[in-house]
């Protein structure tokens, strides 16, 4: 059975996005500085159906993240792109575009009931019953392979409190946001021990691997 | 002229302190966890007197900052080793006891003028016209070598704020403390712009070096 792997970049000052998220910023104000790492990989255009892209130690940490993820489990608000009366309008196609970096399952934590969402190479499964159940959900549809907890922070702090994460990916962006959601913010601090599993430097971010001891 | 490098251990979730520093605690409520990763190490043990310790990166990583330090910058609760009205107690001897491991001149942030204190291997002095000119006094002393601001989050806060920091090393312990003082707190976030310079992984902290572009 493979693993259940949180993978998120924050801030320097710990934010995993800026204040005031909207559609054209679903991260908040300055949030887009985060990926900044991210954007120019080739790991990062490939799946988005964009050539060309950089090598390198960067590239090779994310590419080995898609190629071991199975499956997907995000919150709502990563589904759909910051807040809004529109993101629980069952014929949303999220903010993703018709044609989904993510070419795996997606699992959608939702309050509200509606039937998947097929689109290109992509199918968003919408689940109502809390996170553990949608991380079964997605444990199922992985197989083997690992379930990716892609966000947002609450989201992976709800994960890290109900001790369903084995592993946090976190990349630490050089850059300072000053406010927005911070991670771990709704973790309780006794909860989760954490062992460095393994340090990537890179001038972009540092990309610090964490078992999660339970 | 030598640099003026900020240093501080913080939390997975930000925190260079824990709740409530009492003199017992100077680093409030689990704040001890925070500096796991330095007191097995012989360069931290050598300093506060006590023999032996283990070597390795960590210690050299330590050993090297030890040796490119010429002057030391404190505020005044890291010199008095948490809040009370005893801190500012002319009289007082500060948290570090007769024998305080810097061996090299310490001045101290504070708004009460007194005497310098001189102590065995340590002279600490007592600054109250504000961290510019507490560097500039450390600057002098320290000649060609370094200065560092030990800290707390505040001054260093402070010193990035009034460009006065031109690298920090951060040290990152895979603890959450869940409240507390979080660096960067008190810092614009559109000021300091940050290069990674080295990361250092290990398992009892990351740390990480990073220029600030002024």
Redesign the interface.
């Known amino acids: 059975m493979g693993k259940v792997v949180a993978e998120i970049t924050i801030s320097?000052?710990?934010f995993a996005a800026g204040p005031n998220p909207t559609l054209e910023e679903p991260l908040g104000q300055?949030g887009d500085k985060l990926h900044e790492w991210a954007y120019p990989l080739k790991s990062f255009r490939e799946p988005h159906g964009l050539p060309g892209g950089e090598t390198g130690p960067d590239d090779d940490l994310l590419a080995e993240s898609v190629r071991a993820t199975g499956a997907v489990v995000m919150g709502r608000r990563m589904f759909s792109g910051g807040a809004g009366p529109w993101e629980d309008d069952a014929n949303a196609n999220g903010w993703w575009g018709d044609e989904p970096p993510f070419h795996k399952p997606v699992f959608v934590l939702t309050h509200h009931a509606r039937k998947p969402l097929v689109l290109e190479g992509t199918t968003f499964t919408f689940v109502t019953d809390g996170l553990g159940s949608a991380i079964d959900d997605a444990r199922a549809a992985a197989a083997e392979q690992d379930v990716l907890v892609a966000g947002g922070a609450e989201t992976i702090d709800q994960g890290m409190n109900a001790r369903l994460v084995d592993e946090l990916q976190?990349h630490?962006a050089?850059?300072?946001?000053?406010?927005g959601t911070?991670?771990?913010?709704g973790?309780?601090?006794?909860l989760?021990?954490?062992?460095?599993a393994?340090?990537l430097?890179?001038?972009?971010?540092?990309h610090?691997h964490?078992r999660v001891v339970k």
Chains 1, 2 share one sequence.
């Open positions: 320097l000052d710990g300055g976190l630490i050089p850059v300072l946001l000053g406010s911070r991670l771990f913010d973790v309780t601090p006794e989760p021990r954490f062992e460095v393994q340090v430097e890179s001038p972009l971010a540092t610090i964490y």
